[in-house]
């Protein structure tokens, strides 16, 4: 067998013939000619025999290592012009377009990165952390179904720190699928407007005829508003949203309330829990600082301690964190009684209540709250009377925290790997590609 052959069987790439082979300092070079004539466009599935120019682009993409060498792939390509997207070098069947990488690589690259961590990826593959972000958001973009925004019925609108805390992501689940199927930079009413937007996108309605295609400098916006009138219309993807859960915050309520009236905003309980552990952790910290102002570095240094015992599950507790709320528990003060409420708070929603139970249970923590003269729960009163019924809507319509707090975790999780991305494109990218209806296969399941 010649070796030009054994490497073309080798490599498996689609449509190219190998020409050359050689061997590189640390790298093995393949050359490589299309077999196809016609040329076709990187962006759409446009084709034609006309070259554009007889200028001649060397390009190179790395392939999936041979043993210890790297694999270089090198080939001379033609341009084009396509009607719709101008003048280009021609695509190739193996790598995606603007990609230094072969498609197969980009998999592998995308696979690794939903399941192990920046040093694991970056030594193996020796491809450094940034490029990673350029190769999971092309594949993402790839992957993700327009579809999946077509048969969304419960939602859930949810934000997330990015890059420590100062940069938030809004992510939206389907509740049913248990997956996260659309996310934007921002945590705003202007970020669950966006979303709105790509649910139905204006000028794209169903009952209309195709508008002619915008040019690109023009803000497709500022068309629709002009065609819809002042009166924000319901898109018809909008319109089948039956419910739409959220955390406490007046932007996604706005939001949710303009672009689908119709939908039941629900309060997630998980947001109610999580806001009943920042009161207490509030009332633990000032606690904490009155220790060391009193000059008691050594009790202060035992509570901080403290904080991990009185955020978890008591089911959840070692025997050390048992035996500090214990001590807790006898010196009593403002802390234990924070705990307390919280422990109250939190157990409404982790005993699977009818909702006539949830709704004595709350009236009385919230008229409990209120006197507890601890602060950060009185203004946790009042909060969680403002959006009673957004709660109780939760358990009536059984929108609970099981499913999506198991995905939300897994969405932190990854958003903390994608901190070292400079954007927040390539964090987005992780996340779909981890916690949404996406389906990785490596380049030998696809044989
Ligand atoms: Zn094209």
Redesign the pocket.
Known sequence: MRVTTAFCRLLRLDGVRVTSVLFEGDRVVVGVVLRRRRLV?P??A?STRGREGRQAHESVWRHLDLGVWRLEIRATLRQLR?P??GV?VEGVPFARHRAQFTRDLEDLVAWLATRTDKTAITRLVRIDWQTVGRIISRVADEQLDERRLDDLFEIGIDEIAWRGGHHFLTLVTDHRAGKIVWGGVGRSAATADEFFAALDPPGKQPDTPDLPEVPADTEPERVAEGAAGDLPTVGPRAAQLTTISLDMGPGYAKSAREHAPQAVICIDPYHVVQLGNRALDEVRRSYWNELRSAAQPGAAKRFKDARWALLKNPDDHTSTQAATLRKLKNAGGAVWRAYTLKEALRSIFHSHLDILDVAILLERFISRAARSRIPAFARLAKTIRKHAAGILAAIRTGINNGRVEALNNKARLITRRAYGFHSANAALALIHLTCGPITLTLPQESL
């Open positions: 466009c962006c759409c446009f396509c719709r997207h280009h």
